[in-house]
């Protein structure tokens, strides 16, 4: 739960972010610096280490790799999220299986005891 929490901080507000720059153009400048800002966050929060863009000629290039990256690992990170709440909720679903049964059968057992008498 905590990584999940860990997880739902670090990437509601990349989310909400990107839509945001989806809905009105911004330079290429200030994208980049916005995921740089994005991904220092997340090195942090989820204790990983990314290696900074290169300058120079290559750096256009190397920002576009890292941004793919960025994204596979986002997609990723996504799926692990759907899978840790479908976990979640079936554990939910066999506590309460398992609460209906405890009671059924306290019932149960209380109907033998009143028939015992």
């Known amino acids: 739960m905590v990584m999940l929490r860990i997880l739902?901080?670090?990437t509601v507000p990349v989310l909400v972010q990107t839509s945001a720059l989806a809905q009105q153009p911004v330079p290429l400048d200030e994208r980049v610096a916005a995921l740089e800002r994005?991904?220092?966050?997340l090195d942090t929060r989820l204790d990983i280490r990314t290696a900074p863009a290169p300058a120079g000629a290559?750096?256009?290039?190397?920002?576009?790799s890292r941004i793919e990256r960025l994204e596979a690992a986002l997609d990723r990170l996504t799926l692990d999220l759907?899978?840790?709440?479908?976990?979640?909720?079936?554990?939910?679903?066999e506590a309460s299986d398992a609460r209906r049964s405890a009671m059924n059968a306290e019932n149960a057992a209380?109907?033998?005891e009143m028939r015992a008498r």
């Open 38 to 41: 994005m991904v220092a966050t």
């Open 8 to 10: 739902l901080a670090a």
């Open 110 to 112: 209380r109907n033998a």
């Open 58 to 64: 290559d750096r256009d290039f190397a920002l576009t």
């Open 82 to 93: 759907q899978r840790v709440e479908r976990m979640a909720d079936n554990a939910m679903r």
